[in-house]
């Protein structure tokens, strides 16, 4: 059974930074493109950053520079590493996996996690 569990959210000031993990487990996770998507209140969801099997990266340009995604394949874990923050980031993060193009080659989505950026 595929399950994505992930951690991290919470309340940090403009500026501060926060660390979202994800703990996957119930396939061969080093196989797969994974992502994180966040959805902010009251809008739709939204790409954030992707990670190839071999560790190549992208990012949108809202996060470009301020957020890094990554991966160890040992602990089956994904990680998205967000430095300074501001009230645009505020929103229910997910981890996803990639099994084909677009939002419905999303296949596999976690609980989601809260970041709330607010001074």
């Known amino acids: 059974q595929v399950q994505l569990v992930e951690s991290g959210g919470g309340l940090a000031q403009p500026g501060r930074s926060l660390r979202l993990s994800c703990i996957a487990s119930?396939?061969?996770?080093?196989?797969?493109?994974m992502t994180w998507v966040r959805q902010a209140p009251g809008k739709g969801p939204e790409w954030v950053s992707f990670i190839h099997t071999d560790g190549s990266t992208w990012y949108s340009d809202s996060v470009k520079g301020r957020f890094t995604i990554s991966r160890d394949n040992a602990k089956n874990t994904l990680a998205l590493q967000m430095n300074s923050l501001n009230d645009e980031d505020t929103a229910i993060y997910y981890c996803t996996r990639v099994v084909g193009v677009g939002w419905s080659g999303l296949d596999a989505w976690g609980q989601g996690t809260l970041v709330t950026v607010s001074s």
């Open positions: 119930g396939f061969n996770f080093s196989t797969y493109y």
